[in-house]
């Protein structure tokens, strides 16, 4: 079963940064478009970004345009996510996955243990 291993988690106060790594193996990592995906405490797990196979073309979601930035190195089998102006409202499970597709859809439902992310005030 393939299941991404994401890092780079923590404590952070308003207004500060984090990147997360993602570690991708089990499928040909270069030929994927990768997501980000969050679930805070008492919703549903929702998009955040995605970029494609080619790394040409990036998704965000509305709430993290202009603060977050998705990478992705191929030769590393490695996902990013560069966090900025982080908000007490980015709190939440962050979790990498393989899309279905250049949508914002997983491939499957094969979630990894996701990583902490939590913002103070």
């Known amino acids: 079963q393939v299941q991404p291993v994401e890092s780079g988690g923590g404590l952070v106060q308003t207004g500060g940064s984090l990147r997360l790594s993602c570690a991708a193996s089990?499928?040909?990592?270069?030929?994927?478009?990768m997501g980000w995906f969050r679930q805070a405490p008492g919703k549903e797990r929702e998009f955040v970004a995605s970029?494609?196979?080619?790394?040409?073309?990036?998704d965000y979601a509305d709430f993290v345009k202009g603060r977050f930035i998705i990478s992705r190195d191929n030769a590393k089998n490695t996902l990013y996510l560069q966090m900025n102006s982080l908000k007490v409202e980015d709190t939440a499970v962050y979790y990498c996955?393989?899309?279905?597709?250049?949508?914002?859809?997983?491939?499957?439902?094969?979630w990894g243990q996701g990583t902490q992310v939590t913002v103070s005030s």
């Open positions: 089990g499928r040909t990592f270069s030929s994927y478009s």
């Open positions: 996955t393989f899309l279905r597709g250049w949508v914002r859809e997983p491939l499957g439902d094969n």
């Open positions: 970029i494609h196979w080619s790394g040409t073309y990036l």
